[in-house]
């Protein structure tokens, strides 16, 4: 059997991106942990994802044979993009934090997803995307864990689980913080936490693809 990974990247930062420089290590641990796998790759970044609009948006509340030409052109999309993630057996997403939220590129791709028939059964309301791996690697400019001023802000991490639960996806996460630490004057004391929090990210996802050993 061959596997399968879907690698997204979704940062608008191209070369300088933190996220796309880690979800590229996680991608080549993959890699190298599945021998012949194959990677599936989608730039939200560059080739965004059109949004949810009063055109488009029936096409997941109404039968085929009712859409009107935009809504059947979103519908395909939606069945495509469902499709990537049916056909992979584990799912890499690069989430940077833009404005203490998820940039509107995932948010697109989240709304994209929720279909019912195609990621959520009709008659039982479960997900249908569920036992895939979803490693999402976060990648925030400032500080939110507890106890500092902006714990809680990360608004990214916090929506993620809850916009994909209706499809069964449950992402497991990886987190860099402080990655303006190097560019920003203002945050340069906070070099050294920056630098253990990249270094701490790069380990977790170098070890991500690495087989579980039961502990007996």
């Known amino acids: 059997m061959t596997h399968r990974l879907l690698h997204i990247d979704s940062s608008i930062q191209g070369e300088q991106s933190v996220s796309r420089r880690l979800t ?22 560059s080739a ?48 940077p934090l833009y404005n203490f939220g998820a940039p509107s590129t995932v948010k697109a791709w989240v ?28 990648s925030r400019g400032g500080g939110y864990g507890a ?7 990360d608004h990214a991490e916090q929506w993620l689980p809850h916009g994909l639960s209706l499809t069964g996806l ?19 004391e906070l070099k050294p936490l920056a630098a253990e929090s990249l270094a701490a990210a790069e380990r977790a996802l170098d070890a991500a693809w690495e087989p579980q050993v039961a502990v007996v």
């Open 170 to 188: 449950e992402p497991r996460f990886v987190v860099a913080e402080l990655t303006m630490a190097n560019t920003n004057p203002a945050m340069a």
């Open 111 to 138: 709304d994209h997803l929720i279909a019912p028939g195609l990621s959520v059964d009709l008659a039982t309301h479960t997900g249908l995307l569920g036992g895939r791996d979803l490693l999402v690697v976060v």
């Open 48 to 95: 965004p994802l059109p949004h949810i609009d009063a055109d488009t948006g029936l096409a997941r509340m109404l039968p085929p044979d009712a859409h009107t030409p935009a809504q059947a052109a979103s519908w395909a999309l939606t069945e495509e993009l469902v499709g990537e993630i049916r056909d992979a057996d584990a799912v890499l997403l690069g989430l």
């Open 24 to 45: 590229a290590r996680a991608a080549a641990a993959w890699r190298a942990a599945h021998s012949g796998g194959e990677v599936v790759y989608r730039d939200l970044g």
């Open 147 to 153: 106890g500092t001023p902006k714990e809680g802000w």
